[in-house]
Structures are given as C-alpha cells and as structure tokens.
C-alpha cells in the first residue's frame, strides 16, 4: 500500500499569513501521462472532508483561489496563501493512484 | 440537490454486522463509482470498499476482506454496506463518497457506528 505522509501535523498561523502543508507518498503517484493521482481535503469537526484540489493542483468548484496545490511525483505541498478563519480545520493528502486509496494522517491548522 | 445521504447511527455489540444505507439523489446514479471510507475518532480517513453503481462491480480492501460487502439497488439509486464480525476497533464514523475524476467530490454525512459490549 501507498503510505501518505503529512507534515508538520499541527500548525498555528496568523491572519492574512500563509500557511503550507507537505505531503509525501512512499512511491510516486504520477502516471505515464504526466497527471498526479493526489487530491487535497479539508475536514471541520463533526463534517465530512471537503475536496479542495484533486490532480495535485486543481482547485474543486467553488474553492477559493487562496488554496493552492503544487508538487509532483511524491512530493506534494497545500499552501494557502492568506489564512481566513474559516480555514481553520484538519487538512488531509489523499493518493488515488492505485487501490487501497489512501490518506496522509492530516495536519490541524490553527489560528496563531 | 445533489446529495449523498445516509441512514442513521447504530451500536452493536461485538461479533454483530451493521448495514448502512447511502441514497443518492441529484444525479444520474449508475455514472458514479461510490466508496466507503471510514474514520475512527482521531483518526486518518480509511478506504474500504468501491461500487460501481452502474454494473456493480466491487473491489474491497484486503484488511476487511471477507467482512465487507457492498450492493446498490438502482431503481432505489441507493448503495449500502455490510459490516460483519464487528470488534471494538470498529467504531467509527462511515462515509459513502462519490468519486469523480478519481478524487472524492461528494460526500454523505456520516454514519456512527459504536461497536460495545
């Protein structure tokens, strides 16, 4: 199985500053076509995950362009650029490159 | 609207099986590969099994092989799941998901299952 992982696991940031998460996979989640089988979530209390970047750097409709993903192969970063309020939440990194599909063990982004 | 929604939570006791329910609505239902995925307090979201609602074919995970299984009833455009041999480790919150483009894009609320003696 794929193995996702995520640093730094907490992080406290401070209004309008930017805050950046990493991602790893154990081997590359890049097919032969040049696309990144890896997707970005976003998880408050009591909700299910939120899709917010899928092909490492698409952003689902609707989600603001402050959320940015980068990376290829294995190595994958979420930044978002001006840190809002309501982006307080658990962000997690998801590869759906091969079957089981799996998750980073997420990263709790808090207010400074 | 479009929508995932699932029944209700439950508590069973240990060796027991549960099923949850996931009804779609909003759009065409067999054109969607639906997941579950579970998550136990505190925990990283955790895959389990896919079908394919239009031809119902499945796939599980290895971990939960022979525990697990999934059907869809299409003229009810709903999804459901079986869990059997139910341990303590089992607790957690169980989602169905739709998947597009191979990411998750739509969710159900969650369903509780508390696994106690």
């Known amino acids: 199985d794929i193995v996702m992982t995520q640093s730094p696991d907490s992080l406290a940031v401070s209004l309008g500053e930017r805050a950046t998460i990493h991602c790893k996979s154990s081997?590359?989640?890049?097919?032969?076509?040049?696309?990144?089988?890896l997707a970005w979530y976003q998880q408050k209390p009591g909700q299910p995950p939120k899709l917010l970047i899928y092909?490492?750097?698409t952003r689902a409709s609707g989600v603001p362009d402050r959320f940015e993903g980068s990376g290829s192969g294995a190595d994958f970063t979420l930044t978002i650029s001006s840190l809002q309020s309501d982006d307080v939440a658990i962000y997690y990194c998801?590869?759906?490159?091969?079957?089981?599909?799996?998750f980073g063990g997420g990263t709790r982004l808090e207010l400074e | 609207q479009v929508q995932l929604v699932q029944s209700g939570a439950e508590v069973k006791k240990p060796g027991a099986s549960v099923n949850i329910s996931c009804k779609a609505s909003?759009?065409?239902?067999?054109?969607?590969?639906i997941h579950w995925v579970r998550q136990a307090p505190g925990q990283r979201p955790e895959w389990l099994a896919y079908?394919?609602?239009?031809?119902?074919?499945?796939r599980y995970s290895r971990k939960f092989q022979g525990r697990v299984t999934s059907a869809r009833d299409t003229s009810a455009t709903t999804v459901y799941m079986d869990l059997s041999g139910l341990i303590s480790e089992d607790t957690a919150v169980y989602y169905c998901?739709?998947?597009?483009?191979?990411?998750?894009?739509?969710w159900g609320q969650g369903t509780m299952v508390t696994v106690s003696s």
């Open positions: 998901t739709r998947e597009a483009l191979g990411a998750y894009d739509l």
């Open positions: 909003g759009y065409t239902f067999g054109s969607y590969v």
């Open positions: 079908i394919n609602a239009g031809n119902g074919y499945t």
């Open positions: 081997q590359g989640v890049v097919s032969s076509n040049n696309k990144n089988y």
């Open positions: 092909w490492a750097s």
């Open positions: 998801q590869q759906y490159y091969e079957t089981p599909r799996t």
